[in-house]
DNA sequence: TTTCGGTATACTGTATACAGTATTCAGAGC
DNA sequence: GCTCTGAATACTGTATACAGTATACCGAAA
């Protein structure tokens, strides 16, 4: 029989919501000062509280959330101290990363890899949030590559926690292009084959990052 | 006024069904045959579906249960490829504390650390339990004092699964002794101040327990 | 005007009720 | 005995109802 079993793929409500909620975070609808009430999210999805309340359970378990004791949920306020720590966080992960891709060195990942580095550099007159998105592809790229579900399940964490800090809002006033520009080095990091450059190269690339990024703050008023 | 706020702390019955559901798999009550269900969860712990429900959801995304088609949650197998990407994993969260910890080189936690050792290898015939949560409690206390809470979060996140995953089951054959002994030699690593040394030592520590881990696995029939 | 007290309100957490679906099992037909 | 069909069962997912608690508001007393 050529039929193939349908995965039923049991979507839940919830999922959607959470979905929902975390692009309402990315585009900026949901700000600092909104309150996520259950009743009313639900109201206006036109369902009942309980997934409504699921959703914003687990962005809480999360960190993006966090319950206000007057009740509602607010998007959760990150310290100068914590971008740092989430900078070192990303430094481990990456890191490990290019380790293993460095370690194995396969010529045909790094066509690839240098492929989609140009696909995303391909931004003409980029926004922030373009800007974003196209260094998290990147960045991703190299993480599907590694092939490490739990790494990359922890860079989801990572970047899906800085985006709902809104960290990249900082970036505003920063030079994209100056750090958009230095990915195709990363690659090249990795051909030399020795695990302990390719390290040092991608934590360099990250911490110059943070530093943009605490230059962007710093020049925000 | 010298009073300070009560942080009411409204702990959720869902984290504490949660809790008992780890602390439950963790001693092998629940083995992977069981099936757990909604209803007969909540009759036992004489509460509603709804906080078992919450607790059982939380699980699922983190990996520990699925659900089974038939209904009911299970405990996730894992394979011998995840087994491998957990513990690079592994490498990469405890290598970069080490890194941390190298930098600042502070003789003072030097010593706490080597306390904190000392204390837990005192086990007089341990268990496979014992050793699991000794071999735990050391490697944490690294992570604790590199002071980095994503990081710290992300290790309990590996522990956890691997807890889950019953992996330790697989080390019941293996030396103990010799796996619970190196420990000294790592803080020995961080007080060298170099960070490549010290990422090295603990990478080489885990790839090490990676190996008596499958050691383990094999000859267990 | 400020402070106190009490009631109304708003919101969460928990319980229960309802609906839909997959699985199991018993019985009919062969 | 074996296969197919359909009803019963056993679950989950979603909606709703209920209870408790914290905040806000408002009016009275100092």
Same mark, same amino acid.
């Given at each position: 029989?050529?039929?193939?079993? /349908? @995965? @039923?793929?049991?979507? =839940? *409500?919830?999922?959607?919501?959470?979905?929902?909620?975390?692009?309402?975070?990315?585009?900026?609808?949901?700000?600092?000062?909104?309150?996520?009430?259950?009743?009313?999210?639900?109201?206006?999805?036109?369902?009942? =509280?309980?997934?409504?309340?699921?959703?914003?359970?687990?962005?809480?378990?999360?960190?993006?959330?966090?319950?206000?004791?007057?009740?509602?949920?607010?998007?959760?306020? /990150?310290?100068?101290?914590? @971008?740092?720590?989430?900078?070192?966080?990303?430094?481990?992960?990456?890191?490990?990363?290019?380790?293993?891709?460095?370690?194995?060195?396969?010529?045909?990942?790094?066509?690839?890899?240098?492929?989609?580095? =140009?696909?995303?550099?391909?931004?003409?007159?980029?926004?922030?949030?373009?800007? %974003?998105?196209?260094?998290?592809? /990147?960045?991703?790229?190299?993480?599907?590559?590694?092939?490490?579900?739990?790494?990359?399940?922890?860079?989801?964490?990572?970047?899906?926690?800085?985006?709902?800090?809104? *960290?990249?809002?900082?970036?505003?006033?920063?030079?994209?292009?100056?750090?958009?520009?230095?990915?195709?080095?990363?690659?090249?990091a990795l051909e030399t084959g020795d695990?302990? @450059?390719?390290?040092?190269?991608?934590?360099?690339?990250?911490?110059?990052? %943070?530093? *943009?990024? *605490?230059?962007?703050?710093?020049?925000?008023?």
């Amino acid at each position: 029989m050529a039929l193939r079993s /349908i @995965t @039923t793929q049991r979507r =839940r *409500l919830a999922d959607e919501v959470y979905d929902q909620l975390v692009n309402a975070i990315m585009s900026r609808e949901i700000g600092p000062d909104d309150r996520l009430v259950q009743e009313k999210l639900a109201a206006e999805l036109d369902i009942s =509280r309980t997934p409504v309340r699921e959703a914003l359970l687990r962005l809480e378990k999360e960190g993006v959330l966090h319950l206000a004791n007057s009740g509602g949920f607010r998007l959760a306020k /990150i310290s100068e101290e914590e @971008t740092l720590e989430l900078y070192q966080a990303r430094a481990a992960i990456e890191g490990q990363a290019a380790r293993i891709l460095a370690a194995r060195n396969d010529p045909a990942e790094m066509k690839q890899l240098r492929a989609t580095i =140009r696909e995303n550099e391909k931004l003409s007159n980029p926004s922030t949030q373009d800007y %974003f998105a196209a260094n998290r592809s /990147i960045h991703r790229a190299f993480m599907e590559m590694a092939g490490n579900r739990f790494l990359l399940e922890m860079f989801d964490m990572i970047w899906g926690r800085a985006m709902a800090f809104h *960290l990249f809002a900082a970036i505003e006033n920063t030079d994209i292009a100056k750090s958009l520009g230095n990915h195709m080095a990363l690659v090249d990091a990795l051909e030399t084959g020795d695990r302990a @450059t390719a390290l040092e190269v991608f934590t360099a690339h990250i911490q110059d990052g %943070f530093e *943009l990024h *605490l230059d962007g703050i710093r020049r925000t008023p």
